[in-house]
């Protein structure tokens, strides 16, 4: 049902559409034959393509001179002996200093369903028929270490997750250097692009596409979070390979810190590909005895293009890593005061907002940055997590009462990974941070991090928040993270872990989020990093939604969730109409435009609700229901990129129900252009033989609509807008 091995050591591991192979080479090498299209019969030994001539490829084995790693295609490369690519695994040897590893095939498992991983976050199965794992034990003698690689194949996802773990059975301790998550080899072929997901703060998930040619890339994160700048994903995609079809072999990490991402080419054009934990902010102490597990890349193959690819993630990930009550239940709209007041509102105001945003069909209200200690700016109070009675006399119980009196949810900021230098919280604990004692402590948007790798920390933030949570009936937490880390250090640990707590500090951050969704389940969680600074698969795990961005302009909208949504289904990234001109960009899109882009994702409000025309307000009423009457479609439809805005002047994709039975189309122009006539887009992804009415009143058969096209009224003016609604007549 997904795995077959057999007497020689040959795996087959395959989907509906992708077989994954791999064999034991004689030497005891763990060899990757094969990733790619479903296929029947794995050509055994078809890797061994001999270099005896050339004295620059060294043989690692005295039997054989015509093996070398220059041309195997390694499942776990290690470092030192003649494999002259990037490694996947690399450890300090206590007696010697060596680097060296030597991992050779020791044994194999076959397990139903998926173990979890202790301390990370997984995709993870409901049943023993969701998927099969297979485990592969090579050991390396001299080090007496054991290193376990899992492979995990959910058949019906078309996936294939892999991870790695090491146990140290000697009486030393040894030092991991470097241990990556995952580690394909393509033999002879590096007719490939790498894409990645680029960007910075308040310009997230821009997609980019470059040839290989024979040299290597990094796509990293440095920054103690998955970061702003890069997605923890790549992929390699043919040249040809576009949004509807080509291959492409994509790999995306199931983690919130630094991370590299590495693709190279090498003299006989073997083309390697990994993801896992940077190695730069990366050591690990393993004591006797102790395993330490790495964390999951997910690896998607599709021959349908990028669409296919993004349909695959969207799936797995809505349904096999978001947890909890609120994976599959309708998200509420929430109505947000960050943008209508920054620091400055008071008791009053927020109940205005609550009111007025109630009218407007919201169904949850989020009290933003602002309502603790003396913060009335971004430099003060990240820490004491106690009302500010000055603002809100009456306290958050009375706030949060009057949202449910108003039939709202009533939600709540906080940004509990840092600290304020001048917070009561540092005064008591000037060691909670990280830092590197005799070093200057580097801020960032005045704040310091609090140093999340000691438990005492994490305890201290899990009854503080929980404390919050319960005596203020508190519905939703938007969980912000506004820095990157510096001076990565804790005085916790001994000289010999410093290099641990990058890492340390994020198993932390997961204890901790896992234990307050575990005590508080019924809360939606919404996590956020300045936007999308760690809009990851890790804190999907835990926080079913992510703000995807602080550019709330829908025009630079248009681009952000054009890219998140590669790997992110719409269901998880928030998306708010706000003021124009906007506060990020001065731009001016109109109400309809701000509407729908909202509407195409996880639909929001973050504007001074109060001071709207009687005609805006009605606008927002009206839209609020009919996103509340479609809204199984808007945010669990699956989501296609049809027309590429970073190429066209104008932004197309369309939302289609699992039956193929409803879908929505979102056109957005971008600057309108003159003497210019109306449009056809041609969609894809329709039942080509069933009629489907518009909401404009017209009828069409898929086949026309996808062949033929959908007329797209001229739009006149910079960054207009239209969206059709589709149902198929039969349905
Ligand atoms: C970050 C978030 C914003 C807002 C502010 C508050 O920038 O991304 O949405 O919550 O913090 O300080």
């Known amino acids: 049902m997904g795995i077959i091995a057999d007497k020689t050591f040959h795996f087959h591991l395959f989907t509906e559409e992708t077989s994954y192979l791999m064999e034991v080479s004689g030497s005891g090498d763990l060899v990757h034959t094969y990733w790619g299209k479903r296929i029947h019969s794995p050509p055994q030994g078809a890797w061994f393509n001999p270099v005896e001539v050339a004295s620059f490829s060294p043989n690692p084995y005295a039997s054989d001179k015509r093996i070398s790693y220059d041309t195997m295609p390694r499942e776990f490369p290690d470092f030192g002996r003649s494999d002259y690519s990037s490694s996947a695994i690399e450890i300090t040897d206590p007696e010697s200093g060596s680097h060296i590893v030597n991992p050779i095939f020791k044994s194999y498992t076959i397990v139903p369903a998926k173990p979890p991983l202790s301390g990370l976050p997984a995709v993870y199965t409901e049943n023993d028929s969701d998927a099969q794992t297979l485990i592969i034990t090579l050991k390396d003698e001299k080090l007496n270490l054991e290193f376990y690689l899992y492979y995990t194949v959910f058949s019906d996802f078309n996936v294939i997750t892999r991870h790695t773990a090491v146990r140290n059975f000697s009486k030393h301790s040894i030092r991991i250097e470097k241990i990556l998550s995952c580690t394909i080899d393509f033999l002879s072929d590096a007719n490939f692009e790498m894409l990645h997901l680029h960007g910075a703060y308040s310009r997230e998930c821009r ?4 040839s290989l040619g024979s040299c290597s890339h990094r796509v990293e994160s440095r920054r103690g979070a998955s970061s702003h700048e890069q997605n923890p994903f790549i992929a390699l ?23 590299l991402a590495e693709v190279s080419v090498n003299c006989y054009e073997k083309t390697r590909m990994q993801i896992g934990l940077h190695p730069d902010d990366f050591s690990w102490e393993l004591k006797s005895g102790e395993l330490f597990t790495a964390p999951e890349a997910v690896l998607v193959f599709s021959e349908s293009g990028i669409n296919g690819m993004s349909a695959k993630y969207h799936s797995l990930y809505k349904n096999r890593l ?59 109070s990240l820490g004491d997590w106690t009302v500010n009675t000055e603002k809100l006399p009456h306290g958050l119980r009375d706030l949060s009462d009057h949202a449910h009196e108003r039939g709202l949810l009533f939600g709540l900021w906080m940004e509990p990974e840092m600290i304020s230098p001048g917070s009561r919280l540092y005064a008591e604990h000037p060691d909670w941070c990280l830092h590197a004692p ?32 319960k005596e203020n009936g508190v519905d939703y937490i938007k969980w912000d993270m506004n820095r990157n880390i510096t001076e990565a250090g804790s005085t916790a640990y001994s000289c010999n872990q410093q290099g641990e707590i990058s890492h340390r500090y994020i198993l932390g951050l997961y204890s901790l989020l896992d234990r307050l969704t575990r005590a508080f389940p019924e809360v939606l969680f919404e996590s956020c990093a300045g936007g999308g600074g760690r809009f990851d698969p890790g804190m999907l795990f835990y926080t079913p939604q992510i703000w ?56 929001g409000i973050e504007l001074d609700v109060t001071k709207l025309t009687v005609e805006e307000k009605e606008k927002i009423a009206h839209e609020s229901e009919v996103y509340k009457e479609h809204r199984l479609l808007f945010q669990y439809g699956q989501l296609y990129r049809i027309e590429d805005p ?44 069933s009629e489907y009415l518009l909401s404009d009143g017209k009828r ?32």
């Open 548 to 603: 995807t961005s602080d550019a709330t302009d829908a025009h630079e909208r248009l681009k952000i969730q054009w890219g998140t949504s590669f790997i992110y289904p719409q269901l998880v990234m928030g998306a708010h109409v706000s003021a124009i001109p906007n506060h990020q960009i001065h731009r001016a899109a109109s109400l309809d435009t701000r509407v729908r882009m909202s509407m195409s994702a996880n639909f």
């Open 700 to 731: 069409y058969y898929g086949d026309t609509l996808m062949n033929y096209g959908l007329e797209i009224p001229k739009m006149e003016s910079d960054f207009d807008s239209v969206i059709f609604l589709l149902k198929r007549a039969d349905g």
């Open 322 to 380: 978001c947890r909890g009550p609120w994976k599959h239940a309708p998200r509420p709209i929430l109505i947000n005061n960050w943008e209508a007041t920054y620091f400055d509102f008071d008791e009053n105001k927020i109940i205005q907002l609550m009111d007025a945003g109630a009218e407007l069909g919201a169904e949850l209200f989020v009290l933003d940055d602002g309502w603790f200690g003396e913060r009335n700016s971004d430099a003060v």
């Open 646 to 689: 970073f190429v066209s002047d104008r932004g197309v994709w369309i939302i289609i129900s699992e039956d193929l039975k409803t879908a929505a189309v979102f056109c957005f122009q971008q600057l309108a252009v003159p003497n210019s006539l109306e449009k056809r887009v041609r969609l894809r992804y329709l039942d080509p033989d």
């Open 207 to 210: 997609p980019a596409r470059i």
């Open 237 to 259: 995609v043919r040249p040809e390979t576009n949004q509807f079809s080509g291959e492409v072999y994509s790999m995306s990490l199931i983690y919130s810190g630094s991370f």
């Open 438 to 469: 005799g070093r200057h402590r580097s801020l960032g948007r005045n704040q310091l991090v609090i140093d999340l790798s000691r438990k005492t920390v994490e305890n201290y933030l899990f009854d503080t928040i929980s404390a919050i949570i």
